[in-house]
């Protein structure tokens, strides 16, 4: 089974739609494979970098807002921002194009710590039923709020749900994720159950924190095994990580892991190198 290869969003560029570009809320269509010509719809505004983890990969760099402060340090877009923006977009895309193959919620940070989210989630949608009919619509999470279930219900309203997993125990998880929040491995991985199906998305690398070696692939291949995906997104550092000091794979590497998945558990690998 031949890994297939994405290709990231590397620039995006903002939609032209009044506001939105202030608020940075629709970015403009960007091939990302296997998704193709993707629009991506970040639900956290143009404000300070709001996450639940503080990956050292992250190529938004460090998270300085601790959870407990988001409220009073972050100005959130509210939801009827969003929908604007999002209907606005939509709209323009279906009188002038270009023609889009897929809608992807990520951007600034986690977006399921937009307090309203299944509200924004449920607009997304109703915009995209009205001028982007069949459309398929994805999030990309790195799991936290899977523990509480009007997240995971409208998660499940999208076509796909992709969360990422970067390690099989919970040492690993911790430094590769570094929480902010009480979040664990193993609640990400009792919160996926709730999904309909999901996308795994991990991220491997060398340095200082190095989640290659045997005994970590292979604790990670466990957990991939036991929650059977539709396929795993893997992928090595292309920007500049927020710890300096992580070291790239080269492609060779990538592939080698993506092998080593289809060849252990028969599960589809998707290579970002």
Not at 72 to 80: A, D, G, I, Y
Not at 101 to 123: C, K, M, Q, W, Y
Request: charged letters at 25%.
């Amino acid at each position: 089974m031949g890994a297939a290869k994405v290709v990231p969003n590397s620039n995006p560029q903002h939609v032209d739609t009044g506001d939105s570009r202030e608020q940075n809320l629709v970015y403009a269509p960007e091939d990302i494979a296997p998704f193709g010509k993707t629009l991506t719809v970040n639900l956290l505004g143009s404000g300070p970098k709001a996450c639940s983890f503080d990956c050292p990969y992250c190529d938004l760099g460090r998270t300085f807002t601790r959870l407990n402060r988001l409220k009073s340090e972050v100005t959130l877009p509210s939801v009827e921002a969003i929908g604007a923006a999002v209907s606005e977009a939509f709209q323009k895309i279906h009188a002038t194009g270009p023609a889009i193959d897929s809608i992807l919620l990520a951007g600034n940070g986690e977006p399921t710590l937009h307090p309203e989210f299944p509200e924004v989630v449920r607009l997304i949608l109703d915009a995209r039923n009205t001028w982007l009919p069949g459309k398929p619509v994805r999030i990309m999470t790195n799991g936290f709020a899977l523990d509480t279930r009007k997240v995971t219900d409208a998660m499940n309203l999208m076509e796909e749900r992709i969360v990422k997993i970067d390690a099989g125990s919970e040492r690993m998880f911790k430094a590769m994720n570094s929480p902010l929040s009480r979040t664990n491995l193993a609640r990400v991985l009792n919160g996926i159950k709730k999904l309909r199906d999901v996308t795994i998305q991990s991220m491997f690398f060398k340095g200082p924190i190095d989640n290659t070696v045997k005994t970590e692939l292979d604790d990670w291949l466990e957990v991939i095994a036991m929650v059977k995906p539709k396929g795993v997104i893997i992928q090595g550092l292309s920007r500049q990580p927020a710890n300096p000091e992580l070291v790239r794979l080269d492609e060779d590497q990538i592939y080698a892991i993506a092998s080593l998945l289809e060849r252990k558990t028969q599960i589809k690998a998707i290579v970002l190198p």
